[in-house]
């Protein structure tokens, strides 16, 4: 399942089934074709060809207004190739690599770190394990310390290959500071303790393969790893902007549902510290853990 | 000359204050309500104006932060609404009121009273709607407030709660005023004054009544069913119990359609009085423009969900809308030829107000292609909801009823002040503006089609819609800087423009034929119409020999009920009569001997009174009360209710039982 990115096969008509939970939006790519609404219990069609030869990286908005940050709501289309199409299809319905939940006290086996391992020394529910048929290997063992496996096969429109203004330049908001020192050297292990315990992420998230973790209000973390922006096309999805958002959502992005995360930080929307009070440290886990979410 | 004094519109002494404040508050003179309406539309104006200039302050530059998301969506609903409720509609009120009786050739409305009573409804519901700056829950679902965003479940503060009411409270101000229109119209003009032989401001505003008798019902329901949403727990528009949100949709455009309608027609009709006098011709096919206007008027109301087009209704529907949507382009555009052919062979003269009507029949028609541009579905695929549909209402809003109407005060300042307004003010005024309104408004047609959405509060950078916006906000500055400009000139000329005439443009209707400023009776003696341009008939008879008349024996000079004679011009025309008799042609009393009161005179006024006021400040205090449910305090809200609609009550009694005026026996 994907959030606020859209893949399409070129030479394909394609048919959306548009849906809305709760106020009216509009979806629309501007340079591929018209728009449509999504009106509340309604289910409205949109069907075009995407007039496009070459692979390539499309803006989209929703352009009905529905709500403080309706200027904020924005997502990115790409058009790829029909095998690539096929593969990242594939791919979106399994649970991601890392996936899994942490094995409760074994401590990581370096000998198992080879991709390829099988399902049956990780720990539960790996259901890609034994699936390469379209090229997807089985998913690493999240216990490991986070190398982040290469799935072969085409799971993510490159990101050097999209052109600069599909990158977002939302400046970060002034006064959210995190250290960014921390970035990059995060215990993954941790960080998927924590988005099942004092994070309480489970409450809100998907992450297919980790029985905990399914939560429907806010955005599917699946394979969050292989998207391009968070923040629904806010923001680029890397870990400097990853942390911040965990920290205070609702500063980088106003009236949002994501609670205030970080430790001593106000939340705007909620009018209230933060409940849970996670330091940058424990972020930083957070961000390297969902940076294993091919 | 320039040192006598400007004259209110009651000019002399009598038993009636003329001045102070309490002359104001007690005021029934439809000529004292049309200057109050002008004067606080104006002052709306720059509120909506500064509304404006914050937002284009924030876009002028990507990811612009000059102000949060929450307050720049409140601007944004606020820019709209004051423009469209509190600016454009009120200054349209102004002319209605101080010009309709002066160019009938009648002494006030139908119901001098309601009228005041109007202006006092939308003054509070104005104050009432802004009071929500205060407690910083201003508005904020857009204008066109669509549900279920502006449900409970989704809008849970106050905001939607002011722009309900308030939005409630002014139609009540419409609608009193419509119907006080239509009855006038209908039945107090002069003798000989058939319906097309009316000046073409009266017919515009005829048709704009009916518009808002039939229109403004719609919005009401359609606010009802969210009140009673919001307040006591009914399921219109709730999500949750299966409502569909195109039910508000449909009720808000069947009224919001005709709306434009009542937005620009009063600017058209202003510009079909100021061409002819500049032109020194007659309107150039004036029966196609009265039933031009009837056209767009009747076909306005079939358009509505051409705002609807992106919402799913299937091919039939869009079809159907999109070829009545192109369909009305026609009438309007006959205005426009009928526009250039009265210019045509004229002897133009370029006053100030000559060049805002110019403009507006050259710039409409770049709104109006943008128009019908929309009226393509698949064409207003791309273009609904973007910049592109933004450049198109302001071109037709801002460069077609701002501009008529900047060009009737400068046509009409000279009647109401006894002073026109400075010419040479005017032109920095006229030529500022309208490179700002281009400036502000052209650019937006290539962001919106590059694909920058509206409503929203920032845009981030690498779009290409950068430049677009820095024009549009320099635009808006310069657009400020002529408006202030227009502004001064009001505000000096009151004190120190030229003295005006009776006639100060050669003007061919009626208005023109009275002091200036009026007397309080606007006519010492009704006239007897001889064509639609009663004034060139006397002063320049070469201007109307193509233009029908009255001959000696025209049984249209007769007053006749149910097809009876039952009366003559002469019998009506000794209403009033001065003692020793008057020239019974005579179509103006001198301003050079002494103005006769109306007492002199034998003319009955009515009596200045305060209830008006009073109905009004209850009744908007009633529905603001409601507010007192959403704050948790049920039993205040109820007492105040209670107590408003009592006070109500008992001061709408005292006024339905006094009399208008005084007694007068004939």
């Not at chain 2, 009507?357 to 207003?380: E, K, N, R, T």
């Amino acid at each position: 399942m994907t959030a606020n990115e859209l893949y399409l096969p070129l030479g394909r008509t394609v048919n959306f089934t548009l849906r809305t939970q709760d106020v009216i939006h509009s979806f629309w790519v501007p340079a591929l074709a018209g728009k449509r609404d999504l009106i509340s219990n309604h289910t409205n069609y949109l069907w075009y060809t995407p007039d496009s030869t070459t692979a390539d990286a499309w803006n989209g908005a929703c352009v009905e207004y529905c709500g403080t940050s309706h200027g904020n709501m924005r997502f990115k289309t790409f058009t790829v190739a029909p095998a690539d199409f096929e593969s990242w299809a594939a791919h979106q319905a399994q649970a991601a690599a890392g996936s899994a939940l942490p094995a409760a006290t074994t401590p990581p086996n370096p000998a198992l770190q080879q991709p390829g391992a099988t399902a049956a020394a990780a720990g539960p529910t790996n259901p890609s394990a034994g699936r390469s048929a379209v090229g997807v290997p089985a998913a690493a063992d999240s216990t490991k310390a986070a190398t982040p496996v290469m799935q072969a096969g085409f799971i993510a429109f490159p990101r050097e290959k999209m052109p600069p203004h599909t990158i977002p330049q939302t400046p970060l908001p002034e006064g959210l500071h995190f250290d960014d020192n921390l970035l990059g050297k995060g215990d993954p292990a941790n960080g998927a303790k924590l988005v099942v315990s004092q994070g309480a992420c489970l409450g809100c998230h998907t992450i297919k393969g980790n029985p905990m973790m399914i939560g429907v209000i806010g955005p599917n973390l699946t394979h969050i790893a292989t998207r391009t922006t968070i923040g629904a096309g806010l923001y680029p999805n890397d870990e400097r902007h990853l942390a911040r958002w965990i920290k205070n959502a609702p500063v980088m992005k106003p009236g949002v549902y994501m609670v205030t995360e970080g430790a001593g930080e106000f939340d705007p929307v909620r009018k209230m510290k933060s409940a849970t009070n996670l330091t940058d440290q424990q972020i930083a886990d957070i961000v390297a853990y969902l940076q294993t979410l091919k | 000359m320039a040192t006598a004094a400007v004259r209110l519109p009651h000019t002399t002494a009598d038993e009636y204050e003329h001045s102070g404040l309490w002359s104001w508050l007690a005021t029934v003179d439809h000529k004292r309500i049309g200057a109050l309406y002008m004067y606080t539309a104006l002052a709306w104006f720059a509120v909506g104006g500064i509304e404006a200039l914050i937002m284009r302050w924030q876009l002028k530059g990507p990811n612009g932060h000059v102000v949060s998301a929450e307050v720049f969506n409140q601007l944004f609903t606020m820019h709209g609404t004051t423009m469209i409720f509190l600016v454009v509609m009120p200054l349209s009120a102004a002319f209605f009121n101080f010009l309709i009786p002066l160019q009938i050739g009648a002494r006030d409305v139908a119901f001098p009273r309601l009228n005041a009573f109007s202006y006092w409804v939308y003054l509070f519901g104005s104050l009432f709607m802004n009071s929500s700056w205060l407690v910083g829950a201003a508005p904020n679902g857009g204008w066109f407030g669509y549900a279920p965003l502006t449900t409970l479940a989704y809008s849970p503060g106050l905001n939607i709660d002011f722009w309900m009411l308030g939005l409630q409270i002014l139609g009540v101000s419409s609608l009193a005023a419509a119907f006080n229109f239509i009855t006038t119209i209908i039945n107090m003009r002069a003798p000989g004054m058939n319906l097309m032989r009316m000046p073409m401001f009266t017919w515009m505003a005829f048709v704009v009544q009916f518009l808002l008798v039939l229109a403004f019902p719609v919005i009401t329901i359609a606010l009802v069913f969210l009140q009673f949403d919001r307040f006591f727990g009914t399921n219109f528009y709730t999500l949750t119990a299966g409502a569909d949100p195109l039910l508000w949709q449909h009720l808000f455009w069947i009224f919001g359609h005709p709306e434009v309608y009542i937005l620009i027609l009063p600017a058209f009709g202003l510009v079909s009085e100021i061409l002819p006098t500049f032109s020194r011709k007659p309107i150039f096919g004036y029966p196609v423009m009265v039933y031009s206007g009837i056209l767009i008027a009747f076909l306005g109301f079939g358009v509505w969900a051409h705002h609807m087009f992106a919402v799913g209704m299937g091919p039939v529907a869009d079809s159907v809308f999109s070829m009545t949507t192109m369909l009305i382009a026609i009438p309007t555009g006959v205005k426009i030829f009928n526009w250039i052919f009265t210019m045509w062979g004229g002897d133009l003269k370029f006053t100030v107000a000559m060049k805002f009507a110019i403009s507006l029949v050259a710039l409409f028609v770049i709104g109006g292609i943008s128009g019908v541009m929309h009226a393509s579905p698949p064409a207003d695929l791309q273009q609904t909801d973007t910049y592109f549909i933004v450049a198109h209402f302001h071109y037709v809003l801002v460069a077609g009823s701002i501009m008529g109407l900047w060009g009737g005060l400068y046509y009409y300042f000279p009647k109401i002040t006894g002073r026109k307004l400075s010419e040479s003010l005017g032109n920095w005024h006229f030529w500022i503006f309208f490179i700002g309104v281009n400036l502000t408004f052209m650019p937006m047609h290539w962001s919106g089609l590059y694909g920058m959405p509206r409503r929203i509060y920032t845009y981030d950078a690498g779009q290409g819609w950068e430049i677009f916006n820095q024009m549009s906000t320099w635009g808006a500055i310069i657009q400020a800087i002529g408006t202030i400009l227009g502004f001064w000139n009001v505000w000096t000329s009151r004190k120190n423009g030229e003295i005006a005439g009776d006639d100060p443009w050669g003007g061919g209707t009626l208005e023109w034929s009275i002091p200036s400023p009026p007397p309080d009776y606007n006519f010492a003696v009704i006239p007897t119409v001889t064509s639609r341009y009663p004034m060139w008939d006397m002063k320049s008879p070469a201007l109307t020999a193509d233009v029908p008349h009255t001959r000696e024996d025209d049984e249209r000079s007769d007053i006749s009920l149910g097809g009876r004679k039952v009366g003559s011009m002469h019998d009506h025309m000794s209403a009033g009569t001065p003692e020793g008799g008057v020239n019974p042609h005579a179509k103006q009393a001198s301003t050079k001997v002494d103005l006769k009161t109306a007492e002199e005179l034998g003319i009955p006024m009515p009596y200045p009174t305060i209830k008006p006021l009073f109905v009004a400040l209850f009744m908007t205090l009633m529905f603001a009360s409601l507010l007192f449910i959403h704050e948790s305090k049920l039993p205040v809200g109820v007492v105040s209710i209670m107590i408003c609609a009592a006070t109500m009550t008992a001061f709408l009694y005292a006024w339905l039982t006094s009399p208008l005026e005084p007694e007068h026996g004939h």
